[in-house]
């Protein structure tokens, strides 16, 4: 069986990030992607210039469409931007029974724009986090979910614990906004583990899409049926090849490098 996976986000119309973000990770990791769009956004390296959301019946006729022919074995969310979609999407995850479901909770884009309204947090809170299989805050999005600081290692752990009580199965805290400028260490906590996924901090500021491509890496290795564990491990270790590998295209936070890990971690077949 073709592994599908599907990734429900916004449009980044520079290819760094979002749904461009997710297909090519999708495609490199030989897995078939499909996508339902919540919001256009005009946006290259430098920034955000325009944020377009789609109407809930937009959304809705997407997921129905897909769920009509083709069935995702794993989908991931990315920018909803209002509670209204996070509210359309949660319906259609429970009406069309969808698992290995991956929320990164997107908020603010690294120039500094709004990818989510301030009150559509509780939804996501209540109304998608239960759904999830796993969650991918960074650290920034960590500390608006629990309303607490993070700063060492087990405030970390603290907050971990804090985002389990909301009801996803797993989370992984990323420390790509630590401090810490000898390694890049994301946090995976199930309930029972935590588990340090540690790799070589890149000096570098082609990071645009980084959370995009790392939550589409675990959900093309879920939609292949790898564990959660696995998954995260394949996904921090594309990650890290793509930012290692730059490209330097655009003169701001340019994207990463999605076909390094195919291609040096890999070989190419
Ligand atoms: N400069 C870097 N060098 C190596 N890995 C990084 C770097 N920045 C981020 N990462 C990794 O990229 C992934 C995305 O993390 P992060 O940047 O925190 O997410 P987001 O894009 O949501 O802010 C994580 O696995 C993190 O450890
Ligand atoms: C459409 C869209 N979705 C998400 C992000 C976040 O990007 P990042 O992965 O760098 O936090 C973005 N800039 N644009």
């Known amino acids: 069986m073709i592994p599908k996976a599907l990734t429900i986000a916004g449009s980044d119309s520079g290819g760094g990030a979002g749904i461009q973000a997710d297909l090519k990770t999708f495609q490199e990791l030989n897995v078939f992607g499909m996508s339902a769009i919540t ?29 009509e022919d ?25 009406t069309y029974g969808w698992s290995n479901v991956v929320v990164d909770p997107v908020m603010i884009a690294k120039g500094g724009a709004s990818l989510l309204q301030k009150e559509a947090i509780e939804t996501l809170k209540t109304n998608l986090i239960p759904l999830s299989t796993v969650i991918t805050p960074n ?20 907050a971990a614990e804090m985002l389990l009580v909301l009801g996803c199965r797993s989370v992984v805290i990323k420390g790509g906004h630590h401090e810490d400028n000898l390694e890049a260490i994301d946090l995976f906590f199930d309930g029972n583990d935590f588990v340090w996924l540690r790799g070589q901090r890149i000096q570098t500021r082609n990071t645009h899409g980084t959370g995009c491509t790392f939550s589409a890496a675990i959900t093309a290795e879920l939609a292949k049926g790898e564990n959660v564990l696995n998954a995260i491990r394949t996904a921090k270790s594309f990650i890290q090849a793509a930012i290692e590998h730059e490209l330097n295209i655009g003169s701001g936070h340019g994207p990463t490098n999605h076909w390094a890990f195919q291609t040096y971690r890999m070989g190419r077949p």
């Open 70 to 94: 083709l069935k995702p074995q794993a989908i991931k969310t990315g920018m909803l931007y209002r509670s209204s979609i996070i509210q359309t999407v949660a319906e259609k995850i429970k």
């Open 39 to 67: 919001a256009l956004t005009a946006q290259n390296t430098r920034g955000v210039q325009g944020v377009f959301p789609a109407s809930n019946e937009c959304v809705r006729q997407q997921l129905d469409s897909i769920a």
């Open 139 to 158: 650290i920034p999005e960590a500390e608006v979910l629990t309303g607490m600081k993070i700063k060492s290692n087990a405030d970390r752990k603290q």
